[in-house]
């Protein structure tokens, strides 16, 4: 089975500090990504990596900053952290096909 | 933008019936169409992937795609109250999936 996993599943952070979001899959899968979600807006896409230390920007990348030095792993990085971050981020891994996601980290910035 | 789209719902349905949901989607190129499972507060579980017109079963799970009319189906058979979740349709763009913002289901016993 698939398994991707996050490194919190609840966070609360103060404004302006910089926040880590840490992802690991053990699938051996070229492509990783990072959503948020939030209710009315759905899933958006903040950045996404196709390979080790290549990144694209999604459609929401804004206040982000990504990381890849190893495949197996996918760091998201809130510079300074803002309220309007406050969201469940999403970590998903993928082959050539089939998305699989992580169990999520709720974070809260206050 | 590539649009991935889905009735919001809710989408109400007695335990035992059939629940249909569907999808439209606007890139023609499109070549993969996933159904997502999310229950409230968890992440989203892939159930259901399909890559060819026609329909593709598992288990209870029927996806239809239709690549002409640019429409995907999902249809649950005997609909359990534990399938009450937000089901979410997905679109390859590239290296990424493009998401609707789901349709709510509750089967009511």
């Known amino acids: 089975d698939v398994k991707v996993t996050q490194s919190s599943r609840y966070l609360v952070k103060r404004t302006g500090e910089k926040v880590f979001l840490e992802c690991v899959q053990d699938?051996?899968?070229?492509?990783m990504f990072w959503y948020r979600q939030d209710p009315g807006l759905g899933l958006r896409l903040i950045y996404f990596s196709y390979d080790v230390k290549m990144k694209e920007k999604g459609d929401i990348p804004e206040g982000y900053s990504v990381s890849r030095e190893k495949k197996e792993r996918f760091s998201l990085i809130l510079e300074s952290a803002s309220t309007n971050q406050t969201s469940m981020y999403l970590c998903?891994?993928?082959?050539?096909?089939?998305?699989?996601f992580g169990p999520g980290t709720r974070l809260t910035v206050t | 933008q590539k649009e991935v789209e889905q009735n919001s719902g809710p989408l109400s349905v007695p335990e035992g019936a059939i629940a249909s949901l569907n999808c439209t989607y606007s890139d023609r190129g499109s070549q993969s169409f996933f159904w997502y499972r999310q229950y409230s507060g968890k992440s989203p579980e892939l159930i259901m992937s399909i890559y060819s017109n026609g329909d593709k079963e598992d288990g209870r799970f029927t996806a239809q795609l239709n690549k002409a009319s640019q429409y995907v189906s999902l249809l649950i058979r005997d609909s359990q109250p534990s399938d009450s979740a937000t089901y979410l349709c997905?679109?390859?763009?590239?290296?990424?999936?493009?998401f609707g913002k789901g349709t709510s289901l509750l089967v009511t016993p």
């Open positions: 997905a679109v390859n763009f590239a290296y990424a999936l493009n």
């Open positions: 998903a891994s993928s082959g050539p096909y089939e998305q699989y």
């Open positions: 699938m051996d899968h070229e492509n």
